[in-house]
């Protein structure tokens, strides 16, 4: 059985998510639904209630503003987890690479996704799917699925970051550091409606998680990269997070932050270039 676990902003889920889940899954489930409509929780201790309520041996942990487009959906994830006792987790959305700096899933550019954007457009960046997998250091947490038996020994949902952000790459790291493998498939498609948010705790999620794992980074999976790739993927993870940065304070309008981050972009910029002429 498959428990699918959902943190909500209301106190129930929509209807259409309901019916869309059972229609689609192909196989026993039973739906646990977080009201965190007060509030109350973090995604993480929300996650981690949920899955003390779970009695499935996977665990789904999915966005409410999701829907499947995949028939079946259930028995292929149930198929890849019974074939290979080393798979953690599977997701649909994941990066290759994370370099040893503050940055987020897409920051370095090396992923691999299948799934349809909140614009109806198809996202499939990757060319690194073998036989519909590819093995990823962490995936996007709007979908994905996790062994409940390393709950029950190995992995919780680190309750030391506060609000909605990190959660995924740290749980995906800490399922590697166990000796388990992360991967997403392009057999399942899902359509998600938004495309998330930056805000303060983001960014001091961000910190957290570079403090937390930085002995341990950076990691590489499913790919093979040049020194000098590293190097290139390793500048935009930076400036990608700078911007998403930049981007924070532009939106509060404080000036004195926009001219810090200013300098530092630039300094990046012609450090890298230095590095790679």
Known sequence: MISCIICSRNVDLSTELKENIASTIGCDFELIVIDNSKNKYSIFSAYNEGVRRAKGELLCFMHEDIIYQSSSWGLIVQEKFKCDDKVGLVGVLGTHFIPKCICNIGDSGVLSSYYITDKKQLSNKSEYFCEGYAEVVAVDGMWFCVR?????????????FNGFHLYDM??????????????????????????????????????????????????????ELSHKEKELSASLAEMNAYARELKYYLDKRNNFWFFRLKRKIRCIVNSRKLKLC
């Open 170 to 223: 740290d749980i995906c790291l800490q399922i590697r550091l166990y000796g388990y493998k992360c991967y997403v498939v392009n057999k399942i498609l899902i359509e998600h409606y938004s495309a998330g948010g930056i805000d303060s705790m983001f960014l001091k999620n961000s910190i957290h998680f570079y403090e937390k794992w930085k002995e341990y980074l950076p990691q590489l999976a499913g790919v």
């Open 148 to 160: 409940k038996d390393l709950f029950n020994s190995t992995i919780r949902f680190d309750e030391t």
